[in-house]
């Protein structure tokens, strides 16, 4: 079971092998496939830093313990119909997106982080809307 805070699900939609260093490449790749390959993994949603924040360089501001990220996991949660302590299946977590979420929502829940430009979330969510699930990251 993985511990994921909300908004690193919208991440974890849209990455594609791309990070803040090395370590937190591997891990998040490591459990990006993981959630790619076995749907039925458990996560586990929490309340600031997770398993993804764990392996955050230590340079420069540490923005896992920002009030902003604290207030786009609230607002990922609760358009998902989730809440903090719930543990789903990464699976379920895919068929709320198709329910709840929309592309354009990355445009407004999103509009502060600074990996917005790149589009990835935006298709990522167009790729769960289209059955395709995951992106196959190397």
Not at 25 to 44: A, C, E
Not at 96 to 107: A, E, F, H, N, Q
Request: charged share 25%; glycine share 10%.
């Amino acid at each position: 079971m993985f511990k994921i805070r909300g908004h690193h699900l919208f991440c974890l939609l849209g990455y594609r092998g791309m990070g803040y260093s090395e370590e937190y490449v591997k891990n998040m790749t490591y459990i990006h496939q993981t959630l790619k390959t076995n749907p039925n993994t458990l996560v586990q949603l929490v309340k600031g830093p997770d398993q993804l924040c764990k392996k955050y360089p230590n340079s420069g501001e540490y923005h896992c313990q920002d009030q902003n990220i604290y207030e786009r996991d609230a607002v990922i949660l609760e358009k998902m119909g989730l809440k903090i302590g719930d543990i789903v299946k990464w699976g379920d977590i895919e068929t709320r997106v198709r329910k709840y979420v929309v592309p354009t929502d990355i445009l407004t829940i999103c509009e502060t982080c600074s990996w917005r430009s790149y589009g990835v979330c935006k298709k990522g969510i167009e790729r769960i809307h289209g059955g395709e699930g995951l992106w196959e990251v190397e």
